[in-house]
């Protein structure tokens, strides 16, 4: 749908990597697309890596460290060997497109958000949208040295945002609100990530009575299959039907290789309408897989991370991050959906 090869940096002397993993809204006769834009400094320094951050001001600085210090295993995150810290090697910012829903496959691109506060050091990124009443309210990951936090902006019309600052601590990420109270209260989809495994990797669901403060949290679903059984998280937000809460997911499995990532798919779970901490059928197999080249080949292969979905009655159009490089969309019938799970 669109692709790194077709959006400028804007940092000097760097490439853009990466356009994936959007949040997407109806907005009258249009389509806007809010989406992860990664760039990193072109290579320029032989033997070393560079690591972008943003100083206080809006200075992007890269840090240039021997190759040899890090384990270069994963291409997005590098670990030092002395110490295990991490450091991404891109920046991402978030960009509005917008095309009529009806038009061309032409998107126009408008506002940039920039990583603003100090928790945003590292890049802001995976911006997932909900609409409730009037508002569309934006649930992003914000990267710094403190760790992976989840923030909350709002906006009206896609020209104006406002930040609200962090509502998830580290580490968490996959951050979704569904699209109405449910009682007195909103909810949320996240996805806390602990270094100890005493379980598989987990979706929680939590409370609130403003979006801002969050509590009450419960585990609500696991990995099940080896397909999901090293990463789950939220994907696009729910979509209320006649059956339940309907919710997109991505998992992510193992490679059977040390140091590579498995393959990320996409799945579904419904959830009880009136109490959605009931899980009432899943998927047992993934929905979506890595299947075109652009979806198997890319900065991270194999990657397949659904993250907003179009409600147009009995088809449900989902939109998609592929290969951590590009953005996709494929048309799902409802009803194939949900007779699917079990």
């Known amino acids: ?16 990597i990466g356009v994936f993993n959007p949040g997407v809204v109806r907005t009258g006769d249009r389509i806007m697309l809010l989406a992860r834009v990664a760039e990193r400094p072109k290579p320029g320094h032989p033997g070393r890596i560079g690591m972008p951050r943003i100083e206080q001001g809006g200075k992007v600085t890269v840090d240039w460290e021997p190759e040899s210090e890090f384990d270069l295993s ?15 090697t891109s920046i991402s910012h978030l960009r509005v497109f917008h095309r009529n829903e009806d038009g061309p496959g032409t998107w126009s691109a408008d506002l940039v958000l920039l990583p603003e506060s100090p928790t945003e050091e590292y890049g802001v990124e995976d911006p997932r949208i909900t609409t409730i009443d009037s508002a569309h309210w934006v649930t992003y990951v914000a990267v710094s040295r403190h760790g992976a936090v989840t923030a909350l902006a709002s906006t009206r019309d896609f020209i104006d945002f406002a930040r609200h600052g962090v509502i998830f601590p580290p580490e968490n990420k996959d951050v ?6 449910i009682g007195d209260e909103y909810v949320a989809l996240h996805r806390p990530t602990a270094r100890t495994d005493f379980c598989r990797p987990e979706i929680w669901l ?35 039907t006649d059956d339940g809460w309907l919710v997109l997911y991505h998992g992510c499995g193992s490679s059977g290789e040390i140091g590579q990532i498995g393959a990320y798919c996409g799945a579904a779970v419904l959830l009880d309408r009136d109490d959605p901490t009931r899980v009432l059928r899943r998927s047992l197999e993934p929905l979506l897989r890595p299947l075109a080249d652009f979806e198997c080949s890319g900065f991270v292969p194999n990657v ?37 799970l079990q």
């Not at 692709?3 to 490439?15: I, K, M, R, Y």
């Not at 590098?78 to 810290?85: I, P």
């Not at 979704?176 to 109270?181: A, Y």
């Not at 939590?206 to 059984?229: K, Q, T």
């Open 1 to 16: 749908m669109t692709s790194a090869d077709e959006v400028a940096p804007l940092t000097h002397g760097f490439e853009v």
């Open 304 to 340: 397949v991370f659904p993250t907003a979905l179009i409600d147009a009655g009995p088809t449900l159009a989902v939109y998609y991050g592929a290969a951590d490089e590009a953005i996709g969309v494929v048309n799902l019938s409802r009803d194939s959906v949900l007779d699917s």
């Open 176 to 181: 979704v609100l569904f699209p109405r109270k």
């Open 206 to 240: 939590a409370p609130s009575p403003d979006l801002l403060n969050w509590g009450a949290h419960e585990p609500l679903l696991s990995g099940i299959g080896g397909w999901d059984n090293q990463r789950i998280g939220a994907g696009a937000p729910p979509i209320e």
């Open 74 to 88: 994963d291409p997005r995150v590098v670990r030092a060997l002395n110490n295990g810290q991490s450091r991404l």
